[in-house]
C-alpha cells in the first residue's frame, strides 16, 4: 500500500473552479496508478479520473470530461485533479486512490477532502 493524503477542497460557487492535490508516499508507489473517487451522501463511491504513473495516461467519467483535468508531477509524489466549470452536482466527498498493477485492486485511499458546489 500507498500512503495518499488529499488537500484543495472547499466551498465553490457553480461555474467556478477548484484544485485538489494528492500527495503519495511508500516504497512502492512506482507500481501504483493513482486516481480520484467521489462519494455523495447515501450513494456509492463513483470513479472520476485516473493517471498511470509512468506513462501518464489518463482517464476520465463521462460526467468530467472536458471540465476536470488530472496530472501528476512524479518529483513531487504529488498528483492534482483541476476542476473546471463545477455544478452542484460536483458536490461530494473526493478520494485520493491508488490502483495496484500488479493486483488491479484499488488498495490504499486518502482520508477524503470535501467539495460543495452552491448553486
Known amino acids: 500500500q500507498v500512503q495518499l493524503v488529499e488537500s484543495g477542497g472547499g466551498l465553490v460557487q457553480a461555474g467556478g473552479s477548484l484544485r485538489l492535490s494528492c500527495a503519495a508516499s511508500g516504497r512502492t508507489l512506482s507500481v501504483y496508478n493513482l486516481g480520484w473517487v467521489r462519494q455523495t451522501q447515501g450513494k456509492e463511491r463513483e470513479f472520476v479520473a485516473s493517471i498511470t504513473w509512468t506513462g501518464g495516461s489518463t482517464s476520465y467519467a463521462y460526467s468530467v470530461k472536458g471540465r476536470f483535468t488530472i496530472s501528476r508531477d512524479n518529483a513531487k509524489n504529488t498528483v492534482y485533479l483541476q476542476m473546471n466549470s463545477l455544478n452542484a452536482e460536483d458536490t461530494a466527498v473526493y478520494y485520493c486512490?491508488?490502483?495496484?498493477?500488479?493486483?488491479?485492486?484499488?488498495?490504499?485511499w486518502g482520508q477524503g477532502t470535501q467539495v460543495t458546489v452552491s448553486s
Open positions: 486512490a491508488g490502483r495496484n498493477i500488479l493486483t488491479y485492486e484499488y488498495d490504499s
